[in-house]
Structures are given as C-alpha cells and as structure tokens.
C-alpha cells in the first residue's frame, strides 16, 4: 500500500537568495484507514530541512472500533506504533529515492482481551521526477512541479485470520505488491509557500485472495522557513484527505471496509547543521471509515535525520 505522506517536507531548494532545497509532501498512508504496514500514515515521506537524508522516525496512531451490533456496542482502543529507517538519496539529475523500512508493535482490544502484533512491515521505494522548476528569481512567485510512482513490496507478513475482523487492517504486512502514481505542485513566495499533491495507489490481491481498496489521497500545506545562523526552523499546517474503497476477498466486495477522512494537521522540524528534529500532530476534522464502526482519534510522529 503506497501511498504519500503529508506532513514531513524539504522546503529548500537552490534558488538564489533563498536557498531553498525541493519541498516533497508524499502522502504515504500504508494503513488501508489504520495500521497494516503503514509506512508513513500520512505523516510524512520527506524532511522539512534536508533534501538528502537518512534517519529514524516513530510514529503513533490512535483509532477505536465498535463492532456495530446493538446500539449501545462498547468501542475498543486499537494503537498501532511503527519504528521505521528512512532515506531520501539522489539517484540521477532531477531524481530522487525515497526508501521507507518499517518495524510495527500494534495492540488492540477486543471482547477476548488485548491482541498484540510485531514484526518488519512492507517495504516501500517511492522515486520523483523534477518535471518542471522555476530557474530565476525574476519572478514574484517560485514554482515546482515533480511526477512520480512508486511500488511496495510484501515484505510484513499477512494474517488472514485478522482480515475476518472488523479492522483488517490489523497487520505487518498486506502480502501483496501495490503499485502507485504521484503529482506534486509547490508555489512560494520568499519563505512563505503552498505545497500541493495528488496521489493514486493501486492495490493487487494477495497469495490468500485477499485484495485492499484503491486509494486516493491529497493535501494541501502551507510552510514558512525560517533561518539564522547554522539554525533553521521550519513550522507548518494544512489538510489532508484519504479515500478508500472497498477491500476484496476471492472476487467478493467486502461490506463495511471502504471509507473517507479529512485530516488538520500541524508540526514542525528544526535543525543544526546536517542534524535535524521533527515533529508531526494529525487530528480528524470529518471521517466515514468502515461505515462508521471505525473512528481515528489522531495520529503524531517524531523524526531525527541525517543530512547527506
């Protein structure tokens, strides 16, 4: 499940006076609405300060899930905590690599009591073509334009014993090869800019016949970088939207698993030399996720990078 992250970004580029490296927002929401061998659930696919990086980052999100048979049904806590290595490396002039490795420990409740589940989650490479950049600073705004696909390989185990249940989504690994396509739009004046991005992720069925929804995801974010010295500071916010459609079973449309959500989200990453610290905070603004049954409470990540 590819997918492009919203809220982790490089701001900078090298248009004079600015210096400025390329601001990549990569929606990657691996989660099918939550968990399963997500790699960046829409936090982010790239560093605020560094264009070129390798680093570590953590990330939490929160859901609950009722099971939607009386109306008094009790809700149950499900938290899915992913460590994952990240890079972003240069591979030729005007492409770029993005490598996300993840490690999940997830925890849910259920009537039974609480179910754990660890291990390596899938495996995503993500790779961006500059399609089109503003070279002068004649002009009152900045523009940058990047297409891209990217492929996620099953590399986290899949349970099927967990895709019975009213989150599927409850796993390392989906056990399929998912493929994605991606645009990406960022317009700036000075330190102040607007970063757009649009993405598709299509989504094959597994060994067990077991096939994840399509994926549509898109954000708007607005940043402002500031600098002074060997410190940089780069807040930000926006929206972001995820659209699921429904999963699939040996052919058959499976009820209940598609889905919407409109995220706020905020952070920020600031940094020293080629070190740098962010920090990413998503809240829901409206949702619709496995006809109701299913309700995220919020998501936050924290990053330290390497610059290269």
């Known amino acids: ?48 300060l560094n264009a070129h990086f390798v680093g570590l980052r953590y990330f939490y999100q929160h859901y609950q899930s009722n099971d939607g048979l009386y109306s008094n049904s009790p809700w149950y806590d499900e938290q899915f905590n992913t460590v994952q290595l990240w890079a972003r490396i240069p591979v030729i002039k005007k492409v770029q690599l993005s490598v996300l490795a993840p490690y999940h420990f997830h925890e849910r409740e259920t009537q039974k009591g609480n179910q754990n ?18 070279h002068t600073d004649s002009t009152y705004f900045a523009h940058t334009l990047q297409v891209g696909a990217g492929i996620k390989m099953p590399t986290g185990k899949f349970n099927e014993a967990n895709s019975g249940s009213l989150n599927p989504s409850f796993q390392a690994g989906t056990g399929s090869w998912d493929y994605s396509l991606a645009a990406e739009y960022t317009i700036r004046h000075k330190k102040i800019g607007l970063n757009t991005m649009a993405q598709y992720i299509f989504k094959s069925a597994n060994k067990r016949e077991y096939q994840f929804g399509n994926q549509i995801n898109y954000a708007a974010t607005f940043f402002y970088l500031y ?42 990453e600031a940094g020293r030399d080629k070190l740098s610290f962010g ?18 409470i919020g998501r936050w990540s924290i990053n330290l990078n390497y610059g290269l």
Request: with cysteine; hydrophobic share 40%.
């Open 227 to 268: 600098e002074k010295n060997k410190y940089s500071l780069a807040p930000q916010f926006g929206v972001a939207a995820e659209y699921y459609q429904s999963n699939f079973q040996r052919g058959q449309k499976l009820n209940n698993t598609a889905g919407q959500i409109l995220f706020g989200k905020t952070g920020f």
């Open 279 to 296: 920090f990413n905070f998503m809240w829901p603004l409206q949702q619709d996720l496995a006809g109701g049954n299913l309700k995220a």
């Open 1 to 48: 499940m590819l997918a492009i992250s919203t809220a982790n970004a490089a701001v900078k580029d090298t248009i004079a006076p600015y210096h400025f490296k390329q601001y990549l927002l990569l929606e990657d929401d691996d989660c099918d609405a939550c968990g399963c061998s997500a790699s960046g659930g829409s936090m982010g696919f790239a560093s605020m």
């Open 117 to 134: 589940l660890s291990g390596l989650g899938d495996i995503t490479l993500m790779a961006m073509y500059q399609l089109y950049q503003t």
